[in-house]
């Protein structure tokens, strides 16, 4: 079973930046790939980025690639989700998964483990 904790949501003006974490543990973390994905209140869970078990292929929903970047760091078991010029339409909670194939899949069924997510509040 793993276990995935995320951290770093808070609330920002438009225009700023997060770093968000992403804490996993209970499996071989370098073996799969990992997500983000986002809950806005009234909204399906969407999906934000994604990388490889090796980091060497990333994937970004449209709506916010350019602004966003995503990365990991197998030595300390955690992924990072940069987030720039953030807009008020990014305040949403925001949720990490774990993609036991490996590849970092962009639909939610790729996903088998969750974190509970974190709020990221973006004022106007």
């Known amino acids: 079973q793993v276990q995935l904790v995320e951290s770093g949501g808070a609330m920002v003006q438009a225009g700023g930046s997060l770093r968000l974490s992403c804490a996993v543990s209970g499996r071989t973390f370098s073996s799969y790939g990992l997500g983000w994905f986002r809950q806005a209140p009234g909204k399906e869970r969407e999906f934000v980025a994604a990388?490889?078990?090796?980091?060497?292929?990333?994937y970004f929903a449209d709506a916010i690639e350019g602004r966003i970047s995503i990365t990991r760091d197998n030595a300390k078991n955690t992924v990072y989700l940069q987030m720039n010029s953030l807009k008020p339409e990014d305040t949403a909670v925001y949720y990490c998964?774990?993609?036991?194939?490996?590849?970092?899949?962009?639909?939610?069924?790729?996903?088998?483990?969750w974190g509970r997510g974190t709020q990221v509040t973006v004022s106007s």
């Open positions: 998964a774990a993609d036991p194939s490996g590849s970092g899949g962009t639909y939610y069924s790729d996903y088998d483990a």
């Open positions: 990388i490889s078990w090796s980091g060497g292929l990333t």
